[in-house]
């Protein structure tokens, strides 16, 4: 998906709104059902969790409250930046 994708800017406008400054825009090491939901079905998909990109699907893998609570903040102000984006 390209950076100027509208569901890329719809949640990088969110996230910089949540904490003044704008997200890594990158791909993920890992795999997800993203694969599947965007590359079968078309459905746009942006990966962002908490933890830390390394330990992700992976033994011992662990995450922090804060990081829980950063996530949630994303997911409640993420519809919001979708209807406010152009």
Sequence with gaps: MEENHFTVRALSNAYEGLFGK?????????????????????IPVIGF?????PEAHAPN???????????????????LSWLATE
């Design 61 to 79: 893998e662990k995450t922090w409250k804060s990081h829980l609570v950063t996530c949630a903040a994303m997911y409640a102000a993420i519809p």
């Design 22 to 42: 704008a997200p890594v825009v990158d791909k993920w090491t890992f795999s997800t059902n993203g694969v599947s939901i965007m590359g079968r079905h078309g």
């Design 49 to 53: 969790g908490p933890g830390k990109e």
